[in-house]
């Protein structure tokens, strides 16, 4: 396992590039002047779950949205299949879209249309199937994801976990080639989360799509995933697989695998010597 | 002394610098919105039950409050216009100033403001809530474009209910100039409505009212789709959004019925 991203050649390598589903080469992204992402090279093979993982505010949903096309990088390259993401028009854009999924963090429900009609929202808008094919595609969608009894029900209606399974079901409406995950753990009781990660495994390996997985939840991404990434500050700092994870002994994956509260991640936000502010005049 | 009393001219000068770019930059934006959102009028057309359905919400759903309120300000009308009329002795002509009043100037301004409070301020929420909570984005990264599929139905929903709004405030308002004036004070009903027949044309009376009511469609719904589509993506943002929508869409309709104004009355002159 190398630390600042030279995995990412280990893993390419182990996958060949020509098989890459993501492909992201040297990636800087700023929100104006503030850096965000720093020389990201990640390579996401197809058919694998790869996680990317890092403390909040670290840039990992960033990611998911430059592989998205929701944002243009500052340099460095995004392919998705082949296709370089950027110099997509909005046409190709959309098009490429179609062939993606997207779990948000909270489900992103459209709040005014059933479980039903969340579903089939995108095989209405993007086919011409006749509407009992739809329904028997939705019926399975939701048997798929346990909840084929839920269809009449509102997003109102749904547990946090129940939500994040209509929207995982949601994401595989079309049969996408990949599917992204943004924080798919937030917040969810320990059963859901089980059932959720089981879901992205079982999903991946049935449909044959490529997962991407942005999360903090080191333990529930382990049982599940192929390989991770470890982002922090805008940088990949740490990669490998489960094992490797777990045998690692940097001191920025420990912490961030055993939890510790101080660490290469300080506990003390930045500020002047504690002494030297207790007793500074104040005037 | 606070800490902006205490900076210079200059301080000043650059801050109302800054609030004059920023106010023009977002008018520029508001126009290329404007455009955006007229790019996608034929989508919310070919798909007509999305346009159908914010015209339920942003119409049908406004019709108590529309229809209360024209009623209300056509009997306030009625007695204050026969107050007036009759130290003229003209109280006959009270049927067509109710109904002038009400078709030229206030059914079209009233409703709009009640329009605004109501149909703009529920839109600019409700899309700034699907902004918040990541429905707009979702879209998006379905290859949906939220401009064609939320924004465009419920601008044209709103362009197309406050004429028949304004139109129905008018038609309850002389209904209620009608109760109070006829029923109620006792004028003759062959004068208060032969008086409106005669005194009232459709060229250019009510085509005024039509066009002002359509303008402040047009603006309100714009300001409203506008203001929630680039709210900050919080509670915060969402409310102050939606006062945005009420305090802005107000102004201008006054601005834009004063301008109006002054144009048809110099064509009518």
């Known amino acids: 396992m190398n630390p600042h991203g030279s995995d990412a050649a280990t893993l390419g390598g182990r996958a060949g590039s020509d098989t890459a589903a993501v492909e992201l080469v040297d990636l800087s992204f700023a929100y104006d002047v503030r850096p965000v992402l720093e020389g990201i090279t990640m390579t996401i093979p197809r058919g694998k779950i790869v996680a990317i993982m890092g403390g909040s505010g670290c840039g990992k949903t960033t990611i998911l949205r430059l592989i998205g096309g ?39 429900l459209f709040t005014d249309m059933s479980v039903f009609e969340n579903i089939a929202f995108p095989m209405r808008e993007h086919t011409d199937l006749p509407e009992e094919l739809i329904r028997d595609l939705v019926l399975m969608k939701l048997h798929a994801v346990g909840l084929r009894g839920a269809a009449q029900l509102m997003p109102s209606e749904l547990s946090g976990g129940m939500a994040r399974r209509v929207a995982l079901a949601r994401a595989i409406a079309l049969d996408p080639m990949l599917v992204m995950y943004d924080e798919p753990f937030a917040g969810l009781d320990p059963i859901s989360l089980g059932v959720i990660g089981q879901l992205i495994r079982r999903l991946n390996d049935a449909l044959g799509i490529t997962s991407v997985v942005v999360t903090h939840d080191v333990y529930e991404s382990l049982k599940i995933v192929d390989y991770l990434y470890f982002v922090s500050e805008g940088r990949i700092v740490a990669g490998g697989t489960a094992a490797e994870v777990r045998q690692s002994m940097m001191p920025f994956v420990r912490q961030f695998v055993d ?25 | ?220 719904s714009l300001i409203a789709v506008f203001e929630g589509y680039d709210s900050k993506p919080t509670a915060e943002g969402v409310s102050t959004a939606t006062t945005r929508t009420v305090v802005i869409s107000s102004l201008a309709i006054l601005a834009l019925d004063f301008v109006m104004t002054a144009f048809m009355f110099r064509g009518a002159a």
């Open chain 1, 259 to 283: 939890g510790q509260p101080d660490g290469p991640v300080p506990f003390h936000y930045p500020a002047p010597p504690y002494r030297e502010e207790l007793f500074a005049r104040v005037d």
């Open chain 2, 1 to 220: 002394m606070s800490i902006d009393a205490a900076q210079g001219p200059s301080y000043w000068l650059r801050r109302l610098g800054g609030a004059v770019t920023g106010g023009v930059a977002r008018v520029g934006y508001a126009t290329r919105f404007l455009g955006a959102v007229l790019w996608h009028t034929p989508h919310a057309f070919r798909r007509i039950h999305l346009t159908l359905r914010e015209i339920y919400f942003s119409g049908v759903l406004s019709l108590v409050i529309i229809l209360m309120s024209g009623m209300f300000v056509g009997m306030v009308l009625s007695l204050q216009g026969y107050e007036t009329l009759k130290r003229y002795g003209s109280d006959e002509q009270l049927g067509i100033l109710v109904a002038l009043a009400l078709v030229r100037e206030l059914a079209p301004v009233i409703a709009g403001l009640l329009f605004a409070s109501r149909a703009g301020s529920a839109i600019t929420a409700e899309i700034g809530l699907m902004k918040a909570t990541e429905q707009l984005a979702a879209m998006e990264m379905m290859a949906v474009d939220p401009l064609a599929r939320v924004v465009a139905p419920r601008f044209w929903g709103g362009v197309i209910s406050m004429p028949l709004l304004a139109a129905l405030f008018s038609a309850f308002g002389i209904f209620g100039g009608y109760l109070v004036g006829v029923r109620l004070i006792g004028i003759d009903e062959g004068a208060f409505w032969g008086q409106m027949q005669a005194g009232v044309d459709f060229w250019p009376d009510v085509t005024d009212g039509i066009i002002k009511s359509f303008v402040f469609g047009a603006a309100v």
């Open chain 1, 70 to 108: 929701a944002l243009k990088p500052k340099s460095g390259s995004v392919r998705v299949d082949g296709q370089s993401v950027p110099d997509l028009g909005p046409e190709a854009l959309y098009h490429l879209r179609r062939r993606c999924g997207m779990l948000f963090q909270f489900g992103a």
